[in-house]
């Protein structure tokens, strides 16, 4: 059975800092990793999406990595802002059935 | 476009009460997934349907649980009877496509906050 980790649960950066979000799942025969933002109250919004053939993908300030073979993958957020504060999830698309699993998610402050 | 939406947004009921929820994906997306947040537990998917088709409801918890797709535009989850360990947030998500190969994003709504008193 597929599981997704996230670790720390939560973090708190002042503003400005670049800093990394981690996700590990168990196993490594996935289809896509993606990487969702979930606002207090509110429904998530996929950030950005990783077929299993890639190593990157990037969309402004934000670029996550995939590293399969390790179970492994980042987010990087460069120059964080209070905006950026929020629960960002990692999620692994697997078998052919067609399953997001997700991980509890890092519950990101960023502080003024 | 309006995005997934979802009514109730909050529900307060008793135990015992029936509890229907509801779904209306983005047009023209042919799957529809649903999904229970707790703090616990996290973000599991309960069922998902294909064309109205349901296909993996592998994680609906028990036979109280149960979902319809009567057409592309509709959906609903009902529990009977509600109970206490019920409350969540549950969230619909629709996408173009749901396959083993696929790349489609889904798209999520903004949930309705189930309270079984």
């Known amino acids: 059975k597929q599981e997704v980790t996230q670790i720390p649960a939560a973090l708190s950066v002042p503003e400005g800092e670049n800093l990394v979000l981690n996700c590990s799942f168990t196993?490594?025969?996935?289809?896509?990793l993606q990487w969702f933002r979930q606002d207090p109250g509110k429904g998530l919004t996929s950030l950005l999406l990783?077929?299993?053939?890639?190593r990157e993908q990037t969309s402004g300030r934000l670029n996550a990595s995939l590293d399969k073979s390790s179970g492994r993958s980042t987010l990087y957020i460069a120059a964080s802002q209070p905006g950026d504060s929020a629960t960002y999830l990692c999620?692994?698309?697997?078998?052919?059935?067609?399953?997001?699993?997700f991980g509890k998610g890092i519950t990101l402050s960023v502080r003024p | 476009d309006a995005g997934v939406i979802q009514s109730p947004r909050h529900e307060v009921t008793e135990m015992g009460q029936e509890v229907t929820l509801r779904c209306k994906p983005i047009s023209g997306h042919n799957s529809l997934f649903w999904y229970r947040q707790t703090m616990m537990r996290g973000l599991e998917l309960l069922i998902y349907f294909n064309n109205n088709v349901p296909i993996d409801d592998s994680g609906m918890p028990e036979d109280r649980f149960s979902a319809k797709m009567p057409n592309a535009s509709f959906s609903t989850l009902k529990i009977q009877p509600s109970e206490p360990r019920d409350s969540a947030v549950y969230f619909c998500a629709s996408s173009f496509r749901a396959s083993g190969t696929s790349t489609d994003t889904q798209y999520f709504g903004p949930g309705t906050r189930l309270t079984v008193l």
């Open positions: 196993d490594s025969a996935i289809y896509n």
């Open positions: 990783i077929q299993s053939s890639q």
């Open positions: 999620a692994v698309w697997v078998g052919a059935n067609s399953k997001l699993t």
